[in-house]
């Protein structure tokens, strides 16, 4: 049965219109059902709805620092869909256990690192301060644990000399784009084994 997947995302959105393209291409496991936001301006949104699908934004801020009052409004449109999968795609807030556990062994996340290294932010920043001479991307489950949990796949791209954070950053993103609908359709299908690209 076509397994239902819902995105949150909070920014452009352009591995959630990646991972839209492809489920819309034709003998995919998953259908999307839902795309999520904690930015009623994100950009992605109106991209989400030019495609077809369904949108939601709960905005955060009016919720302060209580997360687990902001994560119990972000489930109402969440649940109401019964997403089998949820996908963050450049979703920029920390999830809390609880809603991490609901979803337990469903939920995927996209980062902009080789992990383990780099969890958090400023990930390009901080391959370049090292010298390191990759970077890249994974995708993995989400656990509650921040930019932890099994790895899905990753992909790699050299760090050129004369890299900036923002060129690095666009190298990596054409691999994420790459990356993350090549590991959903698999994980859709029921396969958990990393795919390296
Ligand atoms: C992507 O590079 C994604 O990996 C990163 O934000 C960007 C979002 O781009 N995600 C994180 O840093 C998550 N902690 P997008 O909105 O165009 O997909």
Redesign the pocket.
């Known amino acids: 049965m076509t397994k239902r997947v819902a995105i949150l995302?909070?920014?452009?959105?352009?591995?959630?219109?990646?991972l839209l393209r492809d489920m819309a291409s034709g003998d995919h496991p998953a259908s999307p059902v839902l795309v999520a936001s904690n930015d009623p301006a994100?950009a992605?949104l109106a991209k989400a709805a030019d495609f077809g699908v369904p949108v939601a934004a709960v905005d955060h801020r009016p919720f302060g620092g209580d997360r687990a009052a902001f994560e119990a409004a972000l489930l109402e449109p969440l649940l109401a869909v019964r997403p089998d999968i949820l996908c963050?795609?450049?979703?920029?807030r920390v999830l809390t256990p609880g809603f991490v556990d609901r979803f337990a062994g469903r939920m995927l996340?996209?980062?902009?690192s080789l992990l383990p290294l780099y969890p958090?932010?400023h990930?390009h920043q901080r391959a370049l301060e090292a010298g390191d001479a990759e970077a890249g991307?994974t995708v993995h489950e989400v656990t509650p644990v921040l930019?932890d949990g099994p790895i899905l796949g990753q992909a790699r791209v050299p760090v050129l000399p004369g890299d900036t954070a923002d060129t690095l950053?666009a190298r990596?993103?054409v691999q994420?784009h790459r990356l993350y609908p090549a590991v959903l359709r698999r994980f859709a299908a029921g396969d958990r084994t990393p795919l390296f690209l």
């Open positions: 995302i909070s920014g452009g959105g352009s591995n959630m219109l990646a994100a992605g963050l795609a450049g979703f920029m996340n996209i980062h902009p958090g932010l990930t991307c930019d950053a990596v993103l994420e």
